[in-house]
């Protein structure tokens, strides 16, 4: 007698399995379904025949095709690398207002000076380039040492107080605490806080106007606007560079702190340096 149990209203054999008075009725696969799964099962073997697919102890079975990946990715690259080189050498023989000149020169100069920025520059400047305290906000068109392309250039290649380039932007503010008194300072530093709004000492700003006279104004003009030759800040403005306010002037101007930008065109080539400075330039800033 069969142990088999057969479903009354189909007439279909069971599997044997039972949940609560259920029982699975044993129907069998559709064809259709069954030829695609041995489908699947050649297409898999014959797929490891002729790719690159057994990993073996040093590398892996090649492939009857002697397809790979990486050669095709590095053929990718060579012709990237190829199809770019024009550009790269119209950047490499063009001054940078060339380059600006050129439309299809000035997108591919920004995207690649972009990618350069990313690795070589955020780390200061910000990811945004809106700089941080100490190092400059990127983006406005308060410039230090100018914001035309070409003088965008010269500090990227050159660097700012850098000690291994002969042709670095070089200026410092002496410690004005071994010159004036202290309440000269005080006087002084409320006098460039005016010409912001920011002066807390209203009172003291007469005074700060003859000692900014006497002796801050050689440097940052008679209108406290700034000298780009030398590096000096534009003083009307409350951008600041370390910290804002009257309490944050006076102590820059006792004990000023000097930034240091590293000479770019030695470690990157003049190549990159332009790309960079037409990168810079189109953030909005460039003048």
């Given at each position: 007698m069969s142990d088999k149990?057969?479903?009354?209203?189909?007439?279909?054999?069971?599997?044997?399995?039972?949940?609560?008075?259920?029982?699975?009725?044993?129907?069998?696969?559709?064809?259709?379904?069954?030829?695609?799964?041995?489908?699947?099962?050649?297409?898999?073997?014959a797929y490891t025949i002729a790719y690159p697919a057994w990993p073996m102890?040093?590398?892996?079975?090649?492939?009857?095709?002697?397809?790979?990946?990486?050669?095709?990715?590095?053929?990718e690259l060579a012709a990237a690398e190829a199809a770019k080189s024009v550009y790269v050498e119209a950047v490499k023989t063009k001054g940078v207002g060339e380059i600006l000149a050129d439309d299809n020169l000035r997108q591919f100069a920004t995207s690649a000076g972009s990618a350069a920025f990313k690795v070589n520059c955020v780390q200061c400047h910000g990811s945004g380039a809106q700089g941080s305290p100490g190092f400059p906000n990127l983006n406005d068109d308060e410039w230090l040492w100018g914001g035309k392309i070409e003088q965008i250039y010269q500090t990227i290649s050159n660097g700012v107080r850098f000690a291994g380039d002969e042709e670095t932007h070089s200026s410092e503010m002496p410690a004005f605490a071994e010159v004036l008194e202290p309440q000269q300072v005080n006087e002084v530093a409320a006098f460039v806080a005016s010409l912001s709004g920011q002066a807390l000492t209203p009172e003291l700003v007469p005074a700060g106007a003859t000692v900014f006279a006497e002796n801050c104004a050689a440097c940052h003009g008679d209108n406290a606007k700034g000298n780009r030759e030398m590096g000096a800040p534009d003083l009307?403005?409350?951008?600041?560079?370390?910290?804002?306010?009257?309490?944050?002037?006076?102590?820059?101007?006792?004990?000023?702190?000097?930034?240091?930008?590293?000479?770019?065109?030695?470690?990157?080539?003049d190549v990159k340096v332009k790309e960079l400075a037409v990168f810079v330039h189109s953030l909005g800033g460039g003048e």
């Open positions: 149990h057969i479903d009354e209203l189909s007439g279909v054999e069971t599997t044997g399995h039972e949940w609560d008075g259920i029982r699975e009725l044993n129907n069998p696969m559709p064809r259709w379904w069954l030829w695609t799964f041995y489908a699947t099962i050649a297409w898999a073997l102890i040093r590398t892996a079975t090649t492939g009857m095709l002697g397809y790979s990946s990486r050669a095709e990715v590095q053929a009307t403005d409350a951008i600041a560079l370390y910290a804002s306010g009257q309490a944050a002037i006076a102590q820059q101007v006792r004990r000023p702190r000097h930034g240091v930008m590293p000479a770019w065109g030695a470690r990157l080539g």
